[in-house]
């Protein structure tokens, strides 16, 4: 019986051996991908104010009706979303007076002059038509895509045109009234958003 122990015990011994010497023999290889370089994204909105914007508006009267424009563009290399909300005169009503038509053009018209009545209109009213200018707003700046938000593509552009109006049913209370407000844009990248 000792004898078969042993010889089991030899037979074990024997088999990690073999085992322990087979693995030092195997063939093997290595490459290397090197120089993997990442970069962060960027979100660049611009905005290229168009004649008269900013508005420099005085001495409107009821029915009057004035036109700016803005080029706003992506200038990141990301494609985003953005918004626009105003903000308002606290200290006048005017603004709470005017009203406000906002516009894609996608030409300058007849007159070859940008931001004018004339204007190709790619998409009508983004804002409007005739809202209130003291709260004026495209989509919403709430992260994340809402309704009415823009898109724009890296490197795509569009021109919004500006109407402001003094409607013809405003009273004696408006006269020498002004106000100044802030147009504030917001954007976002669109990628995992």
């Given amino acids: 019986m000792k004898k078969r122990i042993l010889l089991s015990l030899l037979i074990v011994v024997l088999v990690v051996a073999a085992t322990a010497t087979g693995a030092v023999a195997l063939f093997t290889d290595q490459e290397t991908s090197?120089?993997?370089a990442f970069t962060a994204g960027t979100l660049d909105l611009a905005l290229t104010d168009g004649a008269p914007l900013p508005f420099s508006v005085s001495g409107m009267a009821p029915g009057d009706v004035v036109y700016g424009g803005l080029q706003v563009s992506n200038s990141g290399n990301m494609e985003l979303r953005y918004a626009m909300s105003t903000t308002a005169d606290g200290t006048s009503i005017l603004d709470e007076q005017l009203d406000l038509t906002i516009d894609i053009v996608t030409g300058a018209g007849v007159d070859t002059i940008w931001?004018?009545?004339d204007?190709?209109?790619g998409t009508a009213d983004i804002y409007g038509p005739d809202g209130v200018l003291?709260?004026?707003a495209i989509g919403d700046p709430t992260t994340g895509a809402q309704a009415g938000d823009r898109t724009l593509a890296t490197s795509?552009?569009?021109?919004?045109?500006?109407?402001?109006?003094?409607?013809s049913s405003t009273d004696n209370s408006y006269q020498g009234l002004n106000c100044t407000i802030s147009f504030v844009f917001d954007a976002e990248q669109t990628a995992n958003n």
Wanted: aromatic share 8%; hydrophobic share 40%.
């Fill in 115 to 117: 931001y004018t009545d």
């Fill in 156 to 167: 795509a552009s569009e021109r919004l045109r500006f109407k402001v109006t003094l409607p």
């Fill in 119 to 121: 204007d190709v209109v």
């Fill in 34 to 36: 090197a120089g993997n």
């Fill in 134 to 136: 003291s709260s004026a």
